[in-house]
């Protein structure tokens, strides 16, 4: 069964704090996206890793394709940062469609200050 | 801002009515795709279209339909609704397709009464 899997599902850090947040999913994958979704509802994209790590800022993504597990790192936190994060994939064998994404249920992050 | 725009941003409406979503993808991009994003399902993939052809079909219902037009923009309509459909519809678009990062609009909140 394809399933993706994100933990924690909530989580509160001080401003400042260096935080992770993990994803596993259940079978080979083409693509893995990082996705974050702010109060508002707007969704952006973050990363997409199919292997190795990215840094974009303050952010990290990496990816163990052997593990099956991918994990976003966020570095000095800051209130700005509260948001729904989400992990999704393309699984390689989902009816051979390149396009299809499968979500995790998103991380709910809170920085206070 | 990603590029993509969807309308309307909110929509209301009764029970066994017909919507239509309408998306504009950046410009260049030839996928789009339609998510729907429930309370109790969280984010879920739809259909896709790329350069005017239906890709690939997710968990979209009997009820739903959607086309791509020659300039591109796609439209999701929504028919015999029923309270369960009430959710946040986003729209994302990519350059072709394949292995490429989705940019998301803004989404348009349907709220069934």
């Known amino acids: 069964k394809n399933e993706v899997e994100q933990s924690p599902q909530n989580l509160t850090a001080q401003e400042g704090e260096f935080i992770t947040i993990n994803c596993s999913y259940s079978?080979?994958?083409?693509?893995l996206h990082w996705l974050q979704q702010h109060p508002g509802g707007g969704i952006v994209s973050l990363f997409m890793?199919?292997?190795g790590k990215k840094k974009h800022g303050r952010l990290i993504a990496t990816i163990n394709i052997q593990e099956k597990h991918s994990s976003l790192h966020i570095t000095a936190s800051h209130p700005r940062d509260s948001a729904v994060y989400i992990c999704?994939?393309?699984?390689?064998?989902?009816?051979?469609?390149?396009?299809?994404?499968?979500f995790g249920k998103g991380t709910k992050l809170s920085v206070k200050p | 801002d990603s590029g993509v725009t969807q309308t309307p941003k909110h929509l209301i409406t009764a029970t066994g009515q017909r919507v239509t979503l309408r998306c504009s993808p950046r410009?260049?991009?030839?996928?789009v795709y339609w998510y729907q994003q429930s309370l109790d399902q969280g984010l879920q993939f739809l259909i896709q279209?790329?350069?005017?052809?239906?890709?690939a079909k997710g968990n979209i219902l009997e009820r739903f339909s959607a086309q791509q037009f020659p300039d591109l923009h796609s439209e999701l309509n929504l028919s015999s609704l029923e309270l369960g459909d009430s959710a946040l519809y986003f729209c994302a678009s990519s350059v072709d397709g394949r292995l490429n990062e989705q940019f998301f609009g803004p989404g348009t909140r349907l709220t069934v009464l």
């Open positions: 890793l199919s292997s």
């Open positions: 079978v080979g994958i083409s693509a």
């Open positions: 999704a994939v393309r699984f390689l064998n989902y009816g051979g469609s390149q396009g299809n994404l499968i």
């Open positions: 279209y790329y350069n005017g052809e239906e890709r």
């Open positions: 410009s260049g991009d030839l996928s």
